[in-house]
């Protein structure tokens, strides 16, 4: 089983609403990501989790609080978000290392508005 | 952090042949070139990899000089469904760390008209 899933694939919520995005892969991963990718832009790298700690956050605003319950699933925490935050967000899984693929799922398409 | 450039965009059309040249003069000497393919409201899927040389698989070649300053994938026979976004990428090792990071460029955008 190669597949990263994600859940739920759209997502509309309010600036006030409080949110969650679900990812999961059953690869045996130690390495997890999360990516934002804004239309017609290339896919931004948010975070990074090694072995279910968080290794890189890249500068990420705290409106965005991941978490990785176990070494299967990671979450995306959404909070008091803006309507500039509405994106396609991608969830991967590697073995770690840039010497193996990242396998990235489906996406959320997340709307605020 | 070795940055990429790569054409905005490719026409070309079925059954020819695409090449693709990607540019990252300040590759570092652990850097591998990766490549990844995305369509429209879909995740990136892996394409290729390689370090130095020639690389070839099932999809695609990887042509990569002895420099290493640039790279050029070629798609053989390209059909309809091959009209995606192509990424180049340079990984950046993080130091002490085997994790790296990817940086998507810009991309190119390839069209196959019938």
């Known amino acids: 089983d190669t597949e990263v899933t994600q859940t739920p694939k759209h997502l509309v919520m309010g600036m006030t609403n409080k949110k969650s995005l679900k990812c999961e892969q059953h690869?045996?991963?130690?390495?997890m990501y999360w990516y934002k990718q804004k239309a017609k832009k290339p896919p931004e790298l948010m975070f990074v989790?090694?072995?279910?700690?968080?290794?890189i956050n890249e500068s990420v605003p705290s409106r965005f609080s991941p978490e990785c319950p176990n070494s299967s699933l990671l979450n995306l925490h959404l909070h008091a978000l803006q309507p500039e935050d509405s994106a396609l967000y991608l969830c991967?899984?590697?073995?770690?290392?840039?010497?193996?693929?990242?396998?990235f799922g489906p996406g959320t398409r997340l709307t605020v508005t | 952090l070795a940055k990429t450039t790569q054409p905005i965009s490719m026409d070309s059309y079925e059954g020819q042949e695409v090449n693709i040249t990607c540019s990252h003069n300040?590759?570092?000497?652990?850097?591998?070139i990766t490549w990844y393919q995305q369509f429209p409201s879909q995740g990136p899927r892996f394409i290729i990899q390689g370090y130095k040389t020639k690389v070839t698989n099932e999809v695609a070649s990887l042509f990569i000089p002895a420099d290493r300053k640039s790279s050029t994938l070629s798609l053989p026979r390209v059909s309809l469904s091959d009209t995606a976004v192509y990424y180049c990428?340079?990984?950046?090792?993080?130091?002490?760390?085997?994790?790296?990071?990817?940086?998507f460029g810009r991309g190119t955008q390839l069209t196959v008209w019938p």
């Open positions: 989790y090694s072995y279910e700690k968080l290794s």
């Open positions: 300040n590759i570092a000497t652990n850097d591998y």
């Open positions: 690869m045996g991963h130690r390495a």
């Open positions: 991967a899984s590697s073995q770690g290392g840039v010497r193996y693929e990242q396998y």
């Open positions: 990428l340079v990984g950046d090792h993080l130091s002490g760390s085997t994790l790296g990071r990817l940086y």
